[in-house]
Nanobody
């Protein structure tokens, strides 16, 4: 069973940048795709970004495309989310997620971290 620990959240002003990190343990990290999701106030959890097991392919929600970048370091068992030009609507709890598959497909299931709060003030 995988354990995920996020870090890097905080309170920033609009236009600022943050980098979230997620350290994974408990299973072979490099075998599996990884992702980031978020849940804003009063909203359902939504997909933000994902990356394949080898880092070759990434995917982004339209709302963050061009501003956020996902990456992974398999040697460090860590996945990152670089968030630039943050907006107040990016305010949410951000969850790291480990996929059950090496690439994300419709049958992929996710294991979740505890989340880290990101708050963007206007």
């Amino acid at each position: 069973q995988v354990q995920l620990v996020e870090s890097g959240g905080g309170l920033v002003q609009a236009g600022a940048s943050l980098r979230l990190s997620c350290a994974a343990s408990g299973r072979t990290f490099w075998n599996y795709a990884m992702g980031w999701f978020r849940q804003g106030p009063g909203k359902e959890r939504e997909f933000v970004s994902s990356i394949t097991w080898n880092g070759v392919s990434t995917s982004y929600a339209d709302s963050v495309k061009g501003r956020f970048t996902i990456s992974r370091d398999n040697a460090k068992n860590t996945v990152y989310l670089q968030m630039n030009r943050l907006k107040p609507e990016d305010t949410a709890v951000y969850y790291c997620a480990a996929a059950s598959t090496s690439v994300v497909v419709t049958s992929t299931t996710w294991s979740w971290g505890q989340g880290t709060q990101v708050t963007v003030s206007s």
